[in-house]
T-cell receptor, first 116, second 116 residues
Framework: AQKVTQAQTEISVVEKEDVTLDCVYE???????LFWYKQPPSGELVFLIR????DEQNEISGRYSWNFQKSTSSFNFTITASQVVDSAVYFC?????????????WGLGTSLAVNP | AAGVIQSPRHLIKEKRETATLKCYPI?????VYWYQQGPGQDPQFLIS???????DKGSIPDRFSAQQFSDYHSELNMSSLELGDSALYFC???????????????FGPGTRLTVL
């Protein structure tokens, strides 16, 4: 069963629109971490945020904000006043214990296209 | 700040050939992870190493092997290459400490392998 679900496969918006990328996760761990990564067309994975399961405080970083709702197992990502440079695939990931390490379980990604 | 280094960045091989991908983690990082990302797919965990020992194994084919050396760099060896092995291969590193940064995996730029 998919443990990280990003229901939106593709989103297309016009520049300056706000856009929210959804992420729903499933885990039995009591302590876990959630991440968002950005993958621009060039291919590298850019770390955006990590959230500890005990910290439900929402976070804002410039035009980016994250809404962590433990009650609904969601960790949504909002881009305010989107720009063309925001066009990328965005991955939500869950870190779960596996052996002696924690490994990342990824969602399938949401491809965001911001059009001028 | 030093980042994860992967070499080569691009590699073209023919079917049935072998390939070796190299990963140099961030200094003082003790854990290395390998991921495979096929076209339009999310990254799939292959294998991880902690202190030069294999710590977890994911969906790594038997044709692939990996190891972590005394200087903590890691190599992913791929034999009898198939067309389906064409993908972006990411290496990530982290440092296992008692602090809160244990789960932050820093990704390299990836190696794009094309099998013809």
């Amino acid at each position: 069963a998919q443990k990280v679900t990003q229901a939106q496969t593709e989103i297309s918006v016009v520049e300056k629109e706000d856009v929210t990328l959804d992420c729903v996760y499933e885990t039995r761990d009591t302590t876990y971490y959630l991440f968002w990564y950005k993958q621009p067309p060039s291919g590298e994975l850019v770390f955006l945020i990590r959230r500890n399961s005990f910290d439900e405080q929402n976070e804002i970083s410039g035009r980016y904000s994250w809404n962590f709702q433990k009650s609904t197992s969601s960790f949504n990502f909002t881009i305010t006043a989107s720009q063309v440079v925001d066009s990328a695939v965005y991955f939500c990931a869950l870190s779960e214990q596996s052996g002696n390490n924690r490994k990342l379980i990824w969602g399938l990604g949401t491809s965001l296209a911001v059009n001028p | 700040a030093a980042g994860v280094i992967q070499s080569p960045r691009h590699l073209i091989k023919e079917k049935r050939e072998t390939a070796t991908l190299k990963c140099y983690p961030i200094p003082r990082h003790d854990t290395v992870y390998w991921y495979q990302q096929g076209p339009g797919q999310d990254p799939q965990f292959l294998i991880s190493f902690y202190e030069k020992m294999q710590s977890d194994k994911g969906s790594i084919p038997d044709r692939f092997s990996a190891q972590q050396f005394s200087d903590y760099h890691s190599e992913l060896n791929m034999s009898s290459l198939e067309l389906g092995d064409s993908a972006l291969y990411f290496c990530a590193s982290s440092r296992r400490t008692s602090g809160s940064r244990e789960d932050e995996q820093f990704f390299g730029p990836g190696t794009r392998l094309t099998v013809l």
